[in-house]
């Protein structure tokens, strides 16, 4: 089983849908999650960062986390085509020795004008 | 922008051959991460430095190396490429190593084909 499960799409969608992006995880040590936002050959862009359960709102987009379930989404509200691109979910632990980041392979969304 | 900078964007290359990604951080970050991003692998963690020293390996090949410069830019050196070592390269720079506040952000990488 892969430490991070994300479903990897197309997911298509109409102009001013509300989208749902999910990823689950095993490993219970994950205590920082992040959403990145990927162009088409471009580098990933954080989106969002939340740390421990709960959701985190920032204009358009929420990002929820389950720990009790292992398992993390992000809402795009009135989705626009722009925000047409790979969305990858992202988790790593509160440190120790390192501090890399584990990520899902990514979910491909496209925002139909 | 991220502030982080990568070069060269692209490099073509032969098999058995050796070359050098360069990766200049933000300014103020100490912390520099390699991945690689694959079709099939998605993105992989392959190394960490902090402040010139390597503090945690990832999947990392034997053939691959990398380092931390005193002016904290770094550089992943590839050996004897093979095909399969064709992939995007990103480096990703945070400000520290603790603290919520320790997003990483990521370069626009180097696309590295190997014929």
């Known amino acids: 089983q892969k430490e991070v499960e994300q479903d990897p799409g197309p997911l298509s969608v109409p102009e001013g849908a509300i989208v749902s992006l999910n990823c689950t995880y095993s490993?219970?040590?994950?205590?920082?999650f992040m959403w990145y936002r990927q162009y088409s050959r471009k580098g990933p862009e954080l989106l969002m960062y939340t740390y421990s359960s709960g959701n985190k709102e920032d204009g358009r987009f929420t990002a929820q986390v389950d720990k009790s379930s292992k398992y993390i989404s992000l809402f795009i509200r009135d989705s626009q085509p722009s925000d047409s691109a790979t969305y990858l979910c992202?988790?790593?632990?509160?440190?120790?020795?390192?501090?890399?980041?584990?990520f899902g392979k990514g979910t491909l969304l496209t925002v139909n004008p | 922008d991220s502030g982080v900078t990568q070069t060269p964007k692209h490099l073509i290359t032969a098999t058995g051959q050796r070359v050098t990604l360069r990766c200049s951080p933000r300014s103020g970050d100490l912390s520099v991460y390699w991945y690689q991003q694959s079709l099939d692998q998605g993105l992989q963690f392959l190394i960490q430095y902090y402040n010139g020293e390597e503090r945690a390996k990832g999947n990392i090949l034997e053939r691959f190396s990398a380092q931390q410069f005193p002016d904290l830019h770094s550089e992943l050196n590839l050996s004897s490429l093979e095909l399969g070592d064709s992939a995007l390269y990103f480096c990703?720079?945070?400000?520290?190593?603790?603290?919520?506040?320790?997003?990483?952000?990521f370069g626009p990488g180097t696309r590295l084909t190997v014929l």
């Open positions: 992202a988790m790593r632990d509160s440190g120790g020795s390192n501090y890399k980041l584990t």
């Open positions: 990703a720079s945070s400000a520290s190593l603790a603290g919520i506040g320790n997003e990483q952000f």
């Open positions: 490993n219970s040590a994950f205590q920082y």
